[in-house]
């Protein structure tokens, strides 16, 4: 981890990220028919907690049954137990931590889940420079897989990071095949993406510069497998196997992810942490797909560790 050079500045990456949570619920928006609402919220400056966000929401829709894009730019005293864990120098200092992340569930399907984020954290001391680090990635979870999607998806992550070191791409799908992978169920949540953390090997500006091409391309990733897979039919049948998948997602945002643990142990806002929920999920008891169904396929083909570029 590199200390901030002097050239350190927070302020055109919270307005990078908040012109990007416009964009994207805008783009989103339009898609489905039904715009996203704003939920404006601040956390009084006496609490551990300080500083608010946006929170943006689109239930019931045509497209998406439930998307939530969230911003928040929030310090505190000291940095959560999550943060510090792997950098024990840091403990006991304040911190800065800014980003948007978002989720969307869309109502067929066919169209698969999708997770985005995009932050910084900078963690403070009196008389000290800050010492900063980027994060974020995308990740597509479908309930019925297509390869072509994978492949899209994949392409557009490889290219986004392209600019900024061949190895990137490579490093940080392994980061996302790792990260998201439920050891309980000894399975990947989805086809993968990109993750990276505690990131900051470019300096800041190109560091910078990284995490915006990576939000940039969210849109060119998703968008077109939406508009794909929005008309193809299904039935009650697909929709209980939607739930049954949702589920996982479920499992492991309550268990293993990250984010979520940071914003609950730093005592964040509860419903800003948790917009990331399906509004639908289903457990069945050791229940297990029919062999040669495009249910058992997601399983035996999808949600394990491929090279979607071959």
Not at 227 to 248: C, M, N
Not at 290 to 309: H, I, M, Q, V, Y
């Amino acid at each position: 981890m590199t200390d901030v050079t002097p050239s350190f500045d927070a302020a055109p990456v919270r307005a990078y990220l908040q012109g990007l949570q416009t964009r994207i619920a805008e783009a989103i928006g339009a898609l489905d028919g039904k715009p996203f609402v704003a939920d404006t919220w601040t956390r009084p400056l006496g609490e551990r907690l300080r500083g608010g966000g946006v929170t943006t929401i689109l239930e019931d829709g045509a497209l998406i049954e439930r998307g939530g894009i969230g911003f928040s730019d929030v310090s505190g005293d000291a940095l959560p137990p999550s943060a510090s864990a792997a950098r024990p120098q840091l403990a006991g200092r304040g911190f800065e931590a800014m980003g948007v992340s978002l989720v969307m569930h869309p109502r067929n399907p066919h169209c698969p889940t999708v997770h985005m984020n995009v932050r910084l954290l900078a963690a403070t001391k009196a008389g000290e420079p800050p010492v900063f680090w980027f994060g974020g990635g995308m990740d597509l979870t479908p309930s019925y897989g297509y390869e072509e999607d994978a492949r899209h998806f994949h392409r557009v992550c490889r290219d986004a990071l392209a600019p900024f070191g061949i190895e990137l791409y490579p490093r940080f799908k392994h980061g996302c095949d790792e990260y998201f992978f439920l050891k309980h169920r000894n399975e990947m949540r989805g086809v993968g993406g990109i993750f990276f953390d505690d990131f900051d090997e470019l300096g800041f500006a190109r560091s910078f510069e990284m995490m915006q091409s990576v939000g940039d391309a969210f849109l060119e990733a998703y968008v077109p497998i939406l508009e794909k897979r929005r008309a193809t039919p299904y039935g009650e049948h697909e929709r209980a196997f939607q739930a049954y998948r949702r589920g996982r997602y479920v499992e492991f945002n309550l268990v293993f992810d990250r984010g979520t643990l940071f914003g609950l142990q730093s005592g964040g806002r509860t419903e800003s942490i948790l917009l990331s929920m399906p509004p639908v999920a289903h457990w069945r008891y050791d229940w297990q797909p029919e062999p040669g169904t495009p249910e058992a396929r997601l399983t035996s083909e999808f949600l394990k560790p491929r090279d979607w570029l071959e």
